[in-house]
């Protein structure tokens, strides 16, 4: 097959340029949209400042993520990457401790992003339930979510059966209708004098902050959560093997989302505190630019903002849906998840994920805190990003891979920032997201993070004895055309 149709049994379609990418990851900025209320409650108007820094920390750590994604074009983002140096080839034992590292690395990705799905879905439904009184008497907040849910994921599921193209396609449509508004519900409190800036300056930490190790875990941990949302824009690095041209195309569609998240995430925070101030946002924790559109626009702006922000959250639904079926199907590929959930159909969608994703969120929905199932999914994003990092660094210094082709080049001496920023994750973010947890909503969700990461061990032993079998029948493994394409791929390019 062509290299720009390059559609089969494990081989995604290269059908989308760097501006549709970018349309895709332009939920985003959206994520912040849990935690608005979230962050101000432990370190009031310095939330503001904890956003932009990790919004930097998110280009600090997409610039190694798009080097990779150039090296090994074939590659789905983080969840491929790690899957890739994390492997011995040739392994003749019976299990490769390397390949289930870099496995676990694209599960705890994919646990990152799947739970989006969920959490919007159940802050649709309290919308709707707010909204519509007449919903309201009809159905409970938890009836409304579930069927949001299985509208939203069934519309998105038949949209992109028909491949990444239209789900770019539906990307730039329902950006129009959120990002745009919210762009103006963010500039517009600045312009019409609403802010006030001794909100922001006169409530810049808590009165009770203290440098102790008590306050310091809530910055590591808070920081963790912040990540969650300010860094997700990596995500358009995901699509590498979709692109007609990464080389070119990843970077673009990197740091384009970047520059947008960093504006956004900043002053969106700063918006909702400058007009409200922190006890105002304290007060509504969940829906806080609601109260920020009726004091700038009325009673109408409030209808306008709750419909613009169910939109913009059928966006960020479409983002994760894409992006988390993208790294099971790459898990599958690589032959660390069962090999029917690689299948695609004959469009280039990974349909058997997406349908798996979908009643997992199904089943998510029913814990019925978005604040519980952010905790748990950013344990996941913690380690994903750690050990992500971790592999860039490898694939920089291994003889393997240090003489590979890289049409895109972090800095001289990446490596080193790369290691200190997945060490900055893991240990020092995970362990403060596991502390802030057991603070703000109990142990719940960090024994549900861990379980579900757990889960990976018993799946993969499987997946590795499936892969056997099929060796011994003579049937290709999962990964083996895969791995045969990235190393081909990789080796023709270093000797070209």
Known sequence: MSENRSVGVDHLERSIDWKQGLAIALGVPLLILPS???LPMYLSAAAILIWGLSVIQGFIQSTAYAEMATTFPKASGLPGFAQHVFRTENYQGKYDKSKLLGGFSAWSYWFAWTPVLAIFSILIGGYLHGLFPVLGETFT???????SGLLIFGGLFVVNW???KDGAKLGYILAAFSLIPLVILTVAPFATGHVEMSNIIGNWL???????LHHILILFGIFGIAQWSACAWETAAIYGPEYKNPAKDVSKALFACGIICFFSFVLVQAAVIGVLGVDGVLAEPVSPL???AHAVFGEAGSMVTIIMLIAAMVLIIQTAYLGSSRAMHSMATEGNLPKSLGKLNRHGTPFVAMLVIGGFNLVLISMGNPAAIVAASAIGYTCANGISLFAYVKARKHPDFAALDRPFKAPKGWKNVAMAFGLFNLPLCL???VYLNSLEVGWTSTWVGFLVLA??????????NESRRSRKAGTPGPSDHDAADLTASSEGRAAH
């Open 141 to 147: 907040a938890y009836q409304l979510s579930l069927i």
């Open 162 to 164: 028909f491949g990444l």
């Open 290 to 292: 609601i109260p920020v």
């Open 455 to 464: 889960l990976y061990v018993p799946i993969w032993l499987h997946s590795q």
């Open 36 to 38: 608005l209320g979230y």
């Open 431 to 433: 362990v403060g997201v």
């Open 206 to 212: 808590p009165t009770d902050w203290a440098w102790d």
